[in-house]
């Protein structure tokens, strides 16, 4: 608990505060639905809504004060925060609020345009065989050891985030390792936070619908790594660890201060991955690095794989685990759901499903599809809605470009019109046919992996990209229950007689 004068002694701008200052505060939360007695409501004018609005419901629920950029017409018992920038304020709070335990745990950032999620998953699973209490915090889930907790964003908004970090600290947990979104780094969601280990995974087109430019992009993602060495730091042993294949890491390399630990294939690497062998359900590489040599096996493939494996192996390393544990773990860590994920209902074809949702993820996809030697490939993909449009027609042009038989279909529309984002996508795929490939437009997303293993053969992979995980499909108007595995393992009982 604390009062509104020891929260608002903490805004660095100006504020005003009207009513008891000595009011106490028993939690903060931006949502009225999950407003409870004691708390303090934030009123965050939103994308859709204004979340002043809802200031009224929350005080009945409970709320005893508010934080907001104008006064609202509220009861008088109700104290009135008022500061000019809502965001900067709940940076200076709601941190202090939980008593900073983004400070108190090793924290494990990772960053990239892709394979946060996988990366650090595994990153996770190795701490623990090292023995550590760990927490997650990403696209799936949120994990305090073993219990599972529903999660708004890759990254949470500060006040979602510093409630789970409370609890983590809470409960015990020793490390914790978070995906860390270019939204999170520019919007300052992770602010009060003192990263310990910072991964840079890669860089390539997303999100210019936020960021407009790709250098406001990258300028983002080296932000995590400047933030290692700023400020006043309270933990030591700070690395960050950087994949030198891409093209980006001499920017965040520019951005490091401390300790760097390097991986890579290609270029001369601290870290360094050579005889890789990829095949469907594992694969294997021999590794050097600063504490020998050692050859790994792994039940996950993937070239990307290999990638997202070395950036553990050196997160793992930047926090103390010896090679013996990483070596033992790599080789018990089973994939993560939706990510290059098999779908076996007992078919003559393998049925992929890949949360490739970016350029780069889908062509990297379907050429470790590929590197299988399939007889055809089948692919099933989209483009969400409210999201970089620029992407669609890239995605379309590597599509066509990397599978035999490309098959558009709708992802999450959301807000837009799922017509006119498949016609996006289906006009880069026109343009990167091959003389004599066909290819399909179906909408309707479970008519299209249906239409899909209706056309497979012995030997053929279905890749059904863009979802991976996801349970659901948000349209404009509601979310339905949608889960691309369910739908492949129904249409292959349906029509192959299984
Ligand atoms: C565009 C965007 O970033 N939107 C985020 C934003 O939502 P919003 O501004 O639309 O909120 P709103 O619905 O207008 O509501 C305004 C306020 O009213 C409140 N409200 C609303 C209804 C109600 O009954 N009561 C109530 O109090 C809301 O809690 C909110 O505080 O604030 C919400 C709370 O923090 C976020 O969950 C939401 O992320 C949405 C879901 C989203 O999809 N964001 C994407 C773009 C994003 O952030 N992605 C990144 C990167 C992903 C990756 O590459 O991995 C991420 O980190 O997830
Ligand atoms: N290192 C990588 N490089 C390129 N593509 C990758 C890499 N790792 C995973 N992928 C591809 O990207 C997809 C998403 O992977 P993952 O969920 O790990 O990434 P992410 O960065 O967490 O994505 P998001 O931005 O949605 O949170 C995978 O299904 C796979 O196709
Ligand atoms: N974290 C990503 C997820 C995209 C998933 C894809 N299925 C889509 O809906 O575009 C985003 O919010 O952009
Ligand atoms: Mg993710």
Request: net charge negative; glycine share 8%; aromatic share 6%.
């Amino acid at each position: 608990m604390k009062t509104v004068e020891e929260l608002s002694r903490q805004i660095k701008g100006i504020y005003n505060v009207d009513g008891n200052v000595k009011t106490e505060i028993s939690g903060i939360s931006a949502d009225s639905r999950e407003i409870e007695a004691g708390y303090l409501f934030v009123c965050i004018a939103g994308v859709h809504v204004d979340g002043a609005k809802f200031a009224a419901q929350a005080v009945e629920k409970g709320a005893v004060a508010v934080l907001t950029a104008k006064h609202l017409d509220l009861p008088d018992r109700v104290v009135q925060l008022m500061v000019p920038d809502i965001h900067h304020a709940l940076e200076d709070i709601v941190p202090y609020f939980y008593d900073y335990p983004g400070k108190k745990m090793r924290m494990i950032g990772v960053t990239g345009t892709n394979g946060k999620t996988t990366t650090s998953h595994i990153i996770a699973h190795i701490l623990r065989a090292a023995g550590h209490h760990v927490g997650v915090l990403g696209t799936i889930h949120a994990l305090i050891d073993d219990e599972e907790l529903p999660i708004h964003n890759t990254t949470p908004d500060v006040v979602e985030l510093q409630h789970f970090l409370y609890l983590m600290a809470e409960r015990g947990i020793t490390h914790v390792v978070m995906e860390v979104s270019s939204h999170a780094l520019e919007l300052n969601r992770v602010a009060g936070i003192e990263f310990d280990t910072a991964v840079f995974t890669n860089l390539t087109q997303d999100h210019l619908d936020f960021h407009k430019t790709f250098e406001n992009y990258v300028a983002a993602k080296a932000k995590l790594f400047q933030g290692l060495t700023a400020g006043d730091t309270v933990k030591g042993n700070k690395t960050a660890v950087v994949n030198v294949d891409d093209p980006y890491a001499k920017d965040i390399l520019a951005a490091c201060r401390g300790n760097v630990l390097t991986y890579g294939v290609e270029q001369e690497a601290d870290l360094r991955g050579s005889s890789l062998q990829v095949e469907l359900k594992k694969s294997s590489f021999h590794v050097s690095g600063p504490f020998g040599s050692v050859d790994l096996q792994m039940h996950i493939t993937g070239l990307f794989n290999v990638y997202n494996t070395l950036a553990a192996i050196g997160a793992a390393h930047a926090e103390g685990v010896d090679t013996a544990t990483i070596d033992q773990a790599i080789q018990t860590f089973r994939s993560v759901p939706g990510r290059f994920e098999l779908v076996e209902a007992g078919q003559d074809f393998a049925i992929v499903v890949d949360y490739s949702h970016t350029p780069d993820s889908l062509e990297k996809a379907l050429t470790t599809a590929r590197a299988m030697h399939p007889n055809r490939i089948i692919s099933v993909f989209g483009c969400g809605g409210d999201r970089d449009r620029t992407k669609r027609p890239i995605m379309g042009r590597i599509g066509a470009a990397e599978s035999d038989i490309p098959i558009v279909t709708s992802d999450n529309p959301r807000s837009e019109d799922p017509d006119a984002i498949v016609a996006e996508v289906a006009a880069g795929v026109k343009q990167g046919l091959r003389e004599g490939q066909t290819y399909e437009v179906i909408v309707d997303r479970r008519r299209a992996i249906t239409r899909a293993v209706e056309i497979a053969g012995a030997g053929d992979i279905i890749v059904i990209a863009g979802k991976g995980h996801e349970t659901y499909q948000i349209l404009k108007d509601k979310t339905i229950h949608f889960d691309d595995r369910e739908v492949a393992r129904e249409a292959v009982q349906q029509l192959k007689g299984r």
